[in-house]
């Protein structure tokens, strides 16, 4: 069935709506109606939309606002806005809020079908541009999930074979950040190869009401507002790969439709009783142990069953730091290409910090932190203070007789690395004090505290 560009008209003057929803419809469009901005985004949760047209100045929720929120939540559909004659200062302001183009009143009905035609174009070409982006990145994740640590080359070793078994159920178990989703991608891609979809769905991040509709998809009329048909992930999922994430998180009314369908592999939207065949992998991830949820009544144990036919666990990156030096690396081998600066690379004294450091937020953490000192370098070393890691900035460091410190600013450790032949008690004396100057950025009088040293030392270094 051809697909109906539908759009989606917010003004509060019932006149005015009317007439923009008559015009609409005789260019060819599917039109939907909202009287304000709350409207538009009550309608933009149940329905698909292609491109939103706007007035500004409405009650409840006005235009601006409007634009806000559909950007953040919706950020694929184009926005269009109609203003008052004259009112251009309006019209530049929503345009620098992520507005595509502005009509003013009165338009030209050919104006409007321009200025629509072409944010549509537009759009197509931007989503055809990360399509193919999101192939040519997927293209390399098995290489791409990066680790020398065996633990860790004991979990690809297992999903490498699991990729080729596609019927099969995978569960991937670690901390947050850890990188649950990049292991999954690469099952997907090892299994499938390019062309089939990788659908990723946040079972923490969709309100539960929406969330049965999203998974499987409904028919017109099923309830309130659902005034077209919608695929669900599973449809949209095809013959891929759904990721299932935070399935912990999943209402358990969801967890028995969920079971149902990977026993009897079908299911039907809502408002259907037509059967669809699940025909693409599932993959749940979880930073929980799924076992206690069950144990504590909050996920179904048969539903655990089905899920935990493959179990993958991801050791948090604080039980693999051998990884960290070549995250580092693949990083900020990333961050060269997207910030286009040399970055030289890491100090020593930044490293060792690195590695001290517990990473709670994982290889996402890091990453974040590398990012922050990339942008805060310039041709030069990323040194402890770039970093912005608890126990880089001088405050951190505990006094001397400062046992308060809890947690790692309580313990401090050193990695020292020298050429074999400059070996000497002198050389590790020398590294020791400037490291420790460093970590104190610079503060003689701190560091000569933090080592029991006469501040003189420093002298020399
Ligand atoms: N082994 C790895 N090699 C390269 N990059 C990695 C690796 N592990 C994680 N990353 C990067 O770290 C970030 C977080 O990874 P990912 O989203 O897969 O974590 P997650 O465990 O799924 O997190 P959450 O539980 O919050 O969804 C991403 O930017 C990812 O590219």
């Known amino acids: 069935m051809p697909h109906t560009t539908t759009i989606l008209a917010v003004d509060d003057e019932p006149v005015f709506r009317f007439l923009l929803e008559r015009q609409l419809r005789e260019i060819g469009y599917n039109v939907l109606t909202a009287a304000d901005g709350l409207q538009a985004l009550e309608i933009l949760e149940g329905q698909t939309v292609d491109l939103v047209l706007s007035d500004l100045v409405m009650p409840r929720m006005d235009g601006l606002q409007l634009i806000g929120s559909v950007q953040k939540l919706y950020p694929s559909i184009p926005i269009i806005v109609i203003t008052a004659h004259g009112s251009v200062e309006s019209a530049v302001e929503a345009m620098r809020r992520g507005a595509y183009d502005y009509l003013e009143k009165p338009y030209d009905p050919e104006d409007l079908r321009i200025t629509i035609r072409r944010a549509l174009d537009y759009q197509h070409v931007v989503q055809e541009n990360e399509q193919i982006k999101g192939l040519l990145t997927e293209r390399y994740t098995f290489q791409s999930v990066v680790t020398v640590n065996p633990s860790m080359k004991q979990v690809l070793e297992l999903a490498s074979r699991v990729a080729a078994a596609r019927q099969t159920t995978v569960a991937i178990y670690g901390e947050s950040g850890s990188g649950k989703e990049v292991l999954a991608r690469a099952i997907h891609f090892a299994g499938n190869g390019l062309p089939a979809e990788f659908v990723a769905v946040n079972c923490a991040a ?30 949209l999922a095809r013959k891929g790969t759904i990721l299932l994430d935070e399935i912990g998180d999943m209402p358990l009314p969801l967890q028995a439709k969920l079971l ?38 909050r996920f179904r144990e048969d539903l655990y069953h089905r899920v935990n036919v493959f179990p993958l666990t991801i050791p948090p990156l604080s039980q693999r730091k051998d990884d960290i030096p070549i ?53 030069e070393l990323i040194r402890p ?77």
């Open 206 to 235: 969709i309100p539960e009401h929406l969330m049965e509709s999203e998974l499987f998809g409904h028919v017109r009329g099923a309830f309130t507002g659902a005034d077209r048909d919608r695929e669900g992930k599973f449809s």
């Open 260 to 297: 149902r369908v990977l026993q009897e592999r079908v299911f039907e939207k809502i408002g259907s009783n037509t059967p669809i065949p699940v025909t693409c992998r599932v993959i749940v991830a979880t930073n929980r142990s799924l076992a206690d949820l069950v144990a504590a009544g």
């Open 327 to 379: 995250l580092c690396g693949h990083i900020l081998e990333q961050l060269r290409q997207h910030l286009g600066k040399p970055l030289p690379g890491i100090s020593q004294q930044a490293l060792d910090l690195m590695l001290e450091y517990r990473w709670p937020g994982n290889v996402r953490e890091l990453r974040n932190c590398l990012e922050r000192a990339a942008i805060l370098t310039d041709n």
């Open 385 to 461: 203070g770039h970093l912005g890691l608890a126990g880089a900035a001088p405050e951190a460091v505990p006094e001397e007789g400062d046992g308060a410190g809890a947690g790692d600013a309580s313990r401090v450790s050193y990695h020292l690395t020298l050429p074999v032949e400059e070996l000497s008690l002198d050389a590790l004396n020398e590294q020791i004090l400037g490291i420790t100057l460093e970590r104190c950025s610079g503060n003689k009088s701190k560091a000569s505290q933090l080592l029991k040293v006469n501040r003189k030392a420093f002298y020399r270094s």
